[in-house]
């Protein structure tokens, strides 16, 4: 595993703990959003994301 598949687990699991001592119920549904990307980033190897960057022309 690579260190940016483990970046984006990483700040997916902080944003899913301050979630969770925020409480379900008081959190907007919005912030549940870049929490999925980056897991879903992280376990797959593949960030829409940073495709769509690229595209609009950053580089690493």
Do not use: Q
Request: charged letters at 10%; hydrophobic letters at 60%; aromatic letters at 16%.
């Amino acid at each position: 595993m690579n260190a940016l598949r483990l970046l984006f687990l990483v700040i997916a699991a902080m944003i899913s703990i301050g979630i969770w001592l925020t409480g379900y119920r008081n959190v907007h549904w919005f912030l549940y959003v870049p929490a999925v990307a980056m897991l879903s980033a992280g376990l797959t190897g593949f960030c829409p994301e940073l495709v769509f960057l690229k595209k609009l022309g950053f580089k690493d």
